[in-house]
């Protein structure tokens, strides 16, 4: 399990799959939006004031 903690990149990719390796090769945080349409941007505002970079990426 990650914590997400301040000053922290978090990446976030479009499959489970995909936030699975980014979290296991490149040992980076990551968390998965379940697909394109589908991620809510309720998570993101409970970090607020936390200073926390959010990458959105696409793994192709």
Do not use: C, P
Request: aromatic share 10%; glycine share 4%; charged share 20%.
């Amino acid at each position: 399990m990650q914590t997400i903690l301040k000053g922290d990149r978090v990446y976030i990719a479009e499959g489970i799959f995909d936030a699975i390796a980014l979290i296991a090769v490149l040992k980076v945080k990551a968390i998965n939006a379940m697909s394109t349409g589908n991620f809510s941007a309720k998570f993101i505002d409970q970090y607020q004031n936390k200073d926390i970079i959010w990458h959105l990426i696409m793994v192709v």
